[in-house]
């Protein structure tokens, strides 16, 4: 089966890193490729290493050029997709336009990765994107969200509910586990005592995680646990971010928190953890870095925002969004329920993984979705 995926961009968010692990687990019987609107980002060598073509389009929102349009087309005739599968906003509406473009009548899905509570928290430009998503939402034969509450957010701005799919993320959970080298060894790095409390935030920097009211929490947690550390990883996450170094200072955090930016080695970075937060006031669809952090047997504190209630379920704490008071007192309900509970609840937030997001099963599911549409186009 020839499938083009159309996607945004890759610079190593969630919807990238879905991508690539769904690349990686649907090798046999099917022929993928790609093409980045944008430039090749963090995952497009790891795409490449996998054996999977990759096209950028190198399209700059600025300066809109007919040559991108043309390649796509050129692309879309060369490659002779059976499918086309857009991911995030702008991919999506490229896919539609690919599909267009095919020589012969393709299907065409979209992949919708995000809530929407909020529209009018993005930029200009993609704001008018979603708009123009929901007035073309009948056009694809079907519309994947990764959660629930992204699909009723975008069913109530106007997109087909007819459409919708909803397959969550998936997870590799023989790279993603507990692991006590790993957690010794980051430890050894980060110069921190075995028994040091460790909670860690794993986003890169931009407003929808909410950086700030981790922070904040965070200097309330101190007040009570003074011998606890921070661990923030991401894209922009660092002692160059003047707002986060603002917001350490503000909040007593000096010499608390450690910033290390983005990083490549994830997994033993999370195996390091005590705690793992989600601190979102918007936007998130299904969280890669809680279930992550679940599958690491690590308990979570979650703000309810799109399903990451659901996903920790009784695993882990669910707190509104934008509550710092709220965020710290869950961290401080983990921290005295003491080392062996939080073991417990981290186990069990494994299973909850292992049992419903495998890698293998929502691979398999994307495959039954993509065999009966080409079984219904035919």
Partial sequence: ???????????????????????????????????????????GPKIRELGVPLYTLNLRPSLPN???????RTLTRQIQPQLIQ????????MASLAGKFARDRVPVVWNVRQSLTDPGAYGRRTSAVIRLGALLSGRPVAIIYNSLAGAQDHERFGYRADQRVVIPNGF??????????ARSQVRAELRLAPETILVGLIARYHPMKDHANFLRAAGQ????????????????????????VKLITENQLAGRVMLLGGRQDIPRLTAALDIACSASAWGEGFSNAIAEAMACGVPCVVTDVGDSATI????????????????????????????????????????????????????RRYEELYRRLLAHQN
């Fill in 1 to 43: 089966m020839r499938i083009l995926h159309v996607i945004t961009a890759l610079p190593g968010a969630g919807a990238e890193m879905m991508l690539l692990r769904l690349l990686s687990a649907m090798q046999e019987g099917y022929s993928h490729t790609v093409i980045c609107l944008k430039d090749e980002g963090v995952v």
């Fill in 66 to 72: 007919p040559v991108h349009v043309w390649s796509l």
């Fill in 86 to 93: 857009g991911w995030m906003y702008h991919g999506n509406v």
């Fill in 172 to 181: 590799d959970c023989q790279l993603l586990r507990p692991d006590e080298n």
């Fill in 221 to 244: 947690v101190v007040r009570d646990y003074p011998t606890i550390r921070f661990l923030l990883v991401g894209h922009g996450v660092s002692n160059d971010q003047p707002s986060i």
């Fill in 312 to 363: 920790v379920a009784d695993t882990g704490i669910p707190v509104p969004p934008r509550n710092p008071g709220a965020l710290a007192q869950a961290i401080n309900q983990l921290i005295e329920a003491g080392k062996d509970r939080r073991l417990e609840l981290g186990m069990a937030a494994r299973r909850r993984i292992e049992r419903e997001f495998s890698l293998a099963e929502i691979a």
